[in-house]
C-alpha cells in the first residue's frame, strides 16, 4: 500500500466474483475493506521526538546574538506525571543576547488546518525572574508560544504542551521556526528550556463511503478538498478520476478496481 500523508482505499469486486457471491455479501465485503484499507497520515514534523539526534534540523542563531547559547539534548520526562517516559529532548539555555532559533522545513496545502503540538519542560537551576519563553513561527507568522514565568522553586521542574492549529493561506515549503528566548543574559542560573514530541499534523482522511445500488457502486465522501484517484491493484499506480464528483457511481463491469482518496 502506497505510504501517502492523506487518503483511505475502496475495493471493487471482479465480475468472476460477483457470480458466486451475494449482491449483500459483496456490499458488506465493499465496506469492511474500505475502512480496513485507510491509511493514518503521516507527520509533516522530520524526527520531531529527536529519536535521531538533530537530524532533519537547522540550529540557527539570530544575527543580533554576541555570544553562542549553550543548547544540547538531554534525557528528560517533558510531560511530568503525564503518560510519556523519559526520552531525548532539545534544550536551549538563552538570554537576551544568545538567543536560538531551531528550524525545518515542511510542506503544507492552503486551507488545510494543521494541528501543531509539542511538550516542553523548564527546569531551573536557580530563582530567576524569567525562565524564557518558546514561540514557533510558520514562515513569518506566530502561531503559538508559551513563557515559564519566575522561576520560585530550585527544585521543581514546569511542564507545559503546546498545542495550536494552523491554515496556511498558500501551498508549498514553509519554514518551521521554534524561538527560544529570554529577556535577561545567561549565566550558571540560567535556566533549561526543553522541547519534545514536535508534530504538525493534517486533519484524517475522511472515510471512502461504498454501497451498492441499482447494479452499480457508488463511492461517497465528505470532504470536497480530496479527489477519487483509482489503481488496478492495492499497491498503485493511482491516477486521479477524471471529474470524479462526489457521489461517483461506477458500473460493475470490467476488471477489479481500487479506489482512495487523496489531498487537493
Known amino acids: 500500500m502506497e505510504n501517502n500523508p492523506k487518503l483511505s482505499h475502496g475495493y471493487r469486486r471482479p465480475d468472476s466474483e460477483r457470480n458466486i457471491i451475494?449482491?449483500?455479501?459483496?456490499?458488506?465485503?465493499?465496506?469492511t475493506l474500505a475502512a480496513a484499507c485507510a491509511l493514518s497520515l503521516n507527520a509533516q514534523v522530520v524526527n520531531g521526538d529527536f529519536s535521531s539526534g538533530t537530524n532533519g534540523w537547522n540550529i540557527v542563531f539570530p544575527p543580533g546574538n554576541i555570544y553562542p547559547p549553550n543548547y544540547g539534548?538531554?534525557?528528560?520526562?517533558?510531560?511530568?506525571?503525564?503518560?510519556?517516559?523519559?526520552?531525548?529532548?532539545?534544550?536551549?539555555?538563552?538570554g537576551s543576547s544568545d538567543l536560538l532559533n531551531l528550524e525545518q522545513n515542511v510542506n503544507l496545502t492552503a486551507g488545510v488546518s494543521y494541528l501543531f503540538s509539542?511538550?516542553?519542560?523548564?527546569?531551573?537551576?536557580?530563582?530567576?525572574?524569567?525562565g524564557g519563553t518558546i514561540s514557533v513561527y510558520i514562515g513569518p507568522t506566530l502561531i503559538t508560544s508559551y513563557s515559564f514565568g519566575f522561576v520560585t522553586s530550585l527544585t521543581q521542574t514546569k511542564y507545559a504542551v503546546l498545542s495550536t492549529n494552523y491554515v496556511p493561506a498558500a501551498s508549498g515549503s514553509q519554514t518551521l521556526s521554534i524561538h527560544f528566548s529570554r529577556g535577561y543574559g545567561t549565566d550558571a542560573d540560567t535556566p533549561s528550556d526543553?522541547?519534545?514530541?514536535?508534530?504538525?499534523?493534517?486533519?484524517?482522511?475522511?472515510?471512502?463511503?461504498?454501497?451498492?445500488?441499482?447494479?452499480n457502486v457508488?463511492?461517497?465522501?465528505?470532504?470536497?478538498?480530496?479527489?477519487?484517484?483509482?489503481?488496478?491493484?492495492?499497491t498503485g499506480t493511482y491516477t486521479n478520476v477524471p471529474s470524479a464528483a462526489n457521489p461517483y457511481t461506477n458500473a460493475i463491469s470490467g476488471p477489479s478496481r481500487f479506489y482512495r482518496l487523496i489531498g487537493n
Request: overall charge negative; hydrophobic content about 50%; proline content about 12%.
Open 73 to 94: 539534548l538531554g534525557q528528560l520526562d517533558t510531560d511530568g506525571p503525564g503518560p510519556l517516559p523519559v526520552s531525548q529532548a532539545l534544550f536551549a539555555q538563552v
Open 22 to 31: 451475494p449482491l449483500r455479501r459483496i456490499s458488506c465485503l465493499l465496506i
Open 118 to 130: 509539542a511538550n516542553l519542560a523548564m527546569v531551573p537551576h536557580a530563582f530567576n525572574a524569567d
Open 218 to 234: 457508488v463511492l461517497t465522501w465528505t470532504n470536497a478538498a480530496y479527489g477519487l484517484q483509482a489503481a488496478p491493484s492495492v
Open 194 to 215: 526543553y522541547i519534545d514530541n514536535i508534530s504538525l499534523t493534517p486533519p484524517a482522511a475522511p472515510p471512502l463511503n461504498i454501497q451498492l445500488l441499482a447494479g
